[in-house]
């Protein structure tokens, strides 16, 4: 049964990722916002202080603030920097020629990479979810005027955020996996980014019609609409860049001259 | 039947600039196939295209008498390969690096330490692979490719890097492999002298053509007819003059004689007529150019 090569080539990727800098780039990634608004309370803390009958709780307030900082400053580039450096292990290696010589069919490596990158973009959400549940509770222990102790926190809305994100980010998954498995360098994938997030809110505030279609938006879009239904339209559209990308992708690499 | 077999293997970069031109290769089980040319003959390239890495232009690849392109896993269970520069995770471990190819090819962990002693980097195992030199990082590849007891081994100028010991424990290697396991080793090179010491076969390739194939005694038995005996005499005109009935040898004034011989019998006849014929003969030398004259002639 030709599946069955699937969830060893998922051990071999995470064999792989130990001790890399995508996997470090993954944990830190996701205690660095968490930490941030930690400090950023214990420093200002009479600014956020949240009183009693205010609509949204301090939960809302604390989780909000954090996910917005990471989405709009971190998440994206993340996100384009775990699929290229995870990729790239394999050119800096000098291992493509070893990995298609194995006797593993190429569809189960490459959807065997693919899983290893989505695990730890999953990874990285997680850990930032916990991160941020963690240090709101050690705010509610410091001082209860945070006001975190009054409510319990939302997690029902507070996971669902966090996966309409990762169904964001799928688009841009599908597009720098299929170019890092064609591109050794990393430069470029980041500066990609950092132009399309640009031109993400300059789309965003010109309420361009088409945003739905660009894929370097769609996790400011998940973030500016938290009541749209999962999956929202263009989460949907990244699933389609998502799976429509992978496959071309394989194609182009199972037919591809190594070296 | 050939364990490894090329039917008018063709490739080309550029249309109509075929790196490899119709190679017919047939290593037969059991035999250490030096695949000899020099840089740029398309050594690479055909390994490549063995290994199914290059799509040919032209042509198939048979290994273990089944066609490449519709039976790739079943064959790489079976074939172990080191290709130029080794593949290794960097930031891995030797013993992760193995762990690695034990998972790929489904060998027991048992098999991780032998392959360690047998390379010699039993010491190194816990290291990370980016410090090693470039020959532990060589051996370490080679143990990669044996782990799973490949019955084909297909070495890419497995010595490239190593210094004078290294070559010689690879080629030792290479030999017991072949002795104890019966392992079929296509090896390329670009040095004669290595696949003389190493080979029972070789193919020359030159310009991406195969010049020559067969056993190494049927390469030295093609370069007979080439062996030379220089000479020289109190008095080479003379001694020209003694050896022009049976070689046709012509005296040029300055020059050292030559002539051509089949065995060492001829060598000695040669010495007799010589000195029965009054001269000194003060140097009698068989020119030992061989294989390398001949692989230069058909490389040139």
């Known amino acids: ?44 803390n009479t600014q956020n202080f949240i009183p009693p009958g205010l609509k949204n709780t301090a939960w809302d307030i604390f989780f909000g603030r954090a996910w917005g900082i990471e989405i709009v400053l971190f998440l994206p580039f993340y996100v384009v920097l775990i ?18 010589t194995q006797p593993f069919p190429k569809w189960s490596v490459w959807t065997g990479k693919l899983i290893g990158v989505q695990a730890l973009i999953l990874f990285h959400f997680a850990l930032f979810g916990v991160l941020v549940l963690t ?21 029902l809305l507070f996971w669902k955020m966090i996966g309409k994100t990762y169904l964001a980010t799928l688009g841009l998954s599908g597009i720098h996996f299929w ?34 279609w660009f894929p370097y938006s769609y996790t400011l879009l998940s973030v500016k609409d938290a009541k749209a239904p999962i ?27 190594m070296g | 039947m050939p364990i490894l ?34 840089n740029g003959a398309g050594k690479t390239t055909s390994i490549r295209l063995i290994l199914g890495l290059l799509q040919p232009t032209d042509g198939s690849v048979e290994l273990f008498g089944e066609d490449l392109s519709t039976n790739r896993t079943s064959i790489f269970q079976r074939t172990g390969a080191l290709i130029e520069q080794p593949s290794l995770y960097l930031h891995l471990s030797g013993r992760q690096n193995l762990e690695i190819a034990r998972r790929y090819t489904r060998t027991p962990a048992s098999r991780i330490p032998e392959v360690l002693e047998m390379v010699g980097l039993t010491h190194a195992a816990g290291k990370n692979a980016k410090e090693y030199s470039l020959g532990m990082k ?24 190593l210094d004078p010991t290294g070559i010689i424990e690879m080629r030792e290697l290479v030999r017991q492999l072949s002795r104890e396991w019966g392992t079929t080793i296509f090896v390329s090179s670009h040095l004669l002298s290595e696949v003389e010491r190493m080979c029972t076969h070789v193919g020359i390739i030159h310009l991406g053509s195969l010049r020559f194939q067969g056993s190494l005694a049927e390469l030295q038995e093609a370069q007979a007819g080439t062996r030379h005996l220089h000479f020289q005499t109190s008095d080479n005109q003379a001694a020209a003059g003694v050896l022009h009935a049976i070689y046709g040898l012509k005296y040029r004034d300055g020059e050292a004689l030559t002539v051509p011989f089949q065995n060492r019998e001829e060598v000695a006849s040669i010495n007799r007529r010589l000195v029965e014929a009054g001269l000194d ?20």
């Open chain 2, 138 to 161: 060589q051996r370490l590849g080679l143990a990669m490719a044996l782990l799973h007891r490949p019955e084909l081994v297909i070495l890419d100028e497995p010595t490239n890097g």
């Open chain 1, 231 to 257: 999956p929202a339209r263009h989460e949907w559209i990244a699933i389609g860049y998502f799976i429509v990308l992978n496959v071309a992708g394989y194609f182009d690499i199972s037919r591809r001259n």
């Open chain 1, 179 to 212: 170019l890092a498995s064609r591109l050794r360098n990393i430069i470029l994938p980041i500066g990609m980014a950092l132009v399309g997030m640009v031109l993400s809110g300059l789309a965003l505030q010109a309420n361009w019609a088409y945003i739905d």
């Open chain 1, 135 to 155: 240090n709101g509770w050690i705010l509610s222990l410091v001082d209860e005027r945070y006001g975190f102790g009054r409510t319990t926190p939302d997690l």
């Open chain 1, 83 to 100: 699929n290229s450096l995870v990729v790239n292990t394999e050119h800096r290696s000098n291992t493509w020629k070893y990995v298609f």
């Open chain 2, 281 to 300: 003969v003060y140097e009698l030398r068989v020119h030992h150019s061989d294989l390398e004259e001949m692989f230069l002639e058909m490389t040139r």
């Open chain 2, 5 to 38: 077999q090329t039917r008018d293997l063709t490739f080309s970069f550029r249309k109509d600039q075929p790196v490899v031109r119709q190679l017919n290769l047939s290593v037969e089980p059991g035999t250490i196939y030096g695949f000899l040319g020099p």
């Open chain 1, 1 to 44: 049964m030709q599946l069955a090569y699937l969830p060893q080539s998922v051990r071999i990727e995470f064999l792989k990722n130990r001790k890399t800098a995508a996997f470090w780039l993954s944990v830190a990634g996701a205690a660095f916002v968490p930490t941030l608004m930690l400090i950023a309370y214990l420093w200002k």
